[in-house]
């Protein structure tokens, strides 16, 4: 009786979602279970205790097999081939924006040029400036807006409204963004540093590309492959369905043999009991009874 309130009270106690079945026993149970069979001293119940921990294991690691079968045929189907996609994609736009930037770089500190809101700056503490201005004027909160280029690149311009920072993305085929600060001078530090950092960017996406491959490749080596331990479950399965008929059946007997020894009890009374002499006065006053209403019939000479 514990161990099946135990049962019932862990499928309760759970901060996972209701479900409407239950067939894996937990720790708690069981202990109450390894009471139970030790209280008994049957064999067959002490047994059927230890299989019902081993099946209950195997049933979860088959489960997480199956899990992992159904992940890799999404991985292999969808996953993995739109990240693939994904990351070529990439990789194409950052080349194509490293040789961009190779083109258009400034290599020489003189000859700095930076478009801002339709005006060419030549010095940068004067684009520093004019990018704060610009700043300052932005009316619109997550709304980009173009405000001009710099080394052939497009620049735009939005507040953050999470992050209360202003963010300028560069692009020409891909799009690469960096925070802005209150130095004017610094922002347009950070904006040398972004794009210098593409080469850095395409060695990452190139190293990201491999590993979602080799991913593909070990997903589809796995894919389809049995659960190691099918034939143990079947195995103890089936001796757990010996050992709970048998059991079932040693219950049904003993239940049969306490009903029957009950009602046995109730429909012969101890001798000499209250309950018998009330019984025998009973049927004493009813004969005496029907032998006065014979007399009386004579008497009258109905018969």
Same mark, same amino acid.
Request: one cysteine or more.
């Given at each position: ?113 930076? %478009?801002?809101? !339709? $005006?060419? *700056? &030549?010095?940068?503490? /004067?684009?520093?400036?004019? =990018? ?49 600060g209150a130095d004017a001078l ?16 395409l060695a990452e996406a190139e ?13 589809? %080596?796995?894919? !389809? $492959?049995? *659960? &190691?331990?099918?034939? /143990?479950?079947?195995?103890? =399965? ?66």
């Amino acid at each position: 009786m514990i161990e099946n309130k135990q049962k019932f009270i862990s499928q309760i106690m759970t901060s996972k979602a209701p479900v409407r079945s239950c067939e894996d026993v937990d720790e708690a149970a069981l202990s109450y279970a390894e009471v139970k069979a030790l209280a008994t001293g049957n064999p067959a119940v002490k047994e059927k205790m230890a299989l019902d921990v081993d099946v209950a294991k195997l049933k979860l690691l088959k489960a997480n097999h199956m899990n992992n079968q159904y992940r890799l045929e999404d991985d292999i189907a969808r996953n993995f081939p739109q990240q693939i996609a994904k990351l070529t994609e990439t990789i194409d736009s950052y080349k194509a924006d490293i040789a961009h930037y190779q083109e258009h770089k400034i290599t020489d500190p003189e000859q700095f040029s930076m %478009e801002i809101s !339709g $005006k060419v *700056f &030549t010095e940068k503490k /004067e684009a520093g400036a004019a =990018l704060l201005a610009v700043c300052k004027d932005m009316k619109a909160v997550d709304a980009a807006m173009d405000i001009g280029n710099y080394q052939g690149f497009n620049m735009r311009i939005q507040f953050d409204s999470w992050s209360k920072e202003f963010i300028l993305s560069v692009k020409h085929e891909s799009v690469s963004k960096v925070h802005l600060g209150a130095d004017a001078l610094g922002n347009i530090t950070r904006i040398n540093n972004l794009l210098e950092s593409y080469p850095e960017k395409l060695a990452e996406a190139e190293q990201r590309l491999e590993t979602v491959q080799e991913q593909l490749t070990n997903a589809k %080596e796995e894919v !389809g $492959k049995p *659960f &190691t331990k099918e034939e /143990e479950l079947n195995q103890k =399965l089936e001796r757990l369905s010996e050992l709970n008929a048998l059991l079932n059946m040693d219950e049904r007997e003993d239940t049969e043999a306490e009903q029957s020894e009950s009602k046995e009890k109730e429909e012969r009374p101890a001798r000499g009991s209250i309950h018998e002499k009330l019984q025998i006065y009973k049927e004493k006053s009813q004969r005496e009874s029907e032998n006065g209403r014979e007399d009386r019939k004579r008497d009258f000479g109905l018969e």
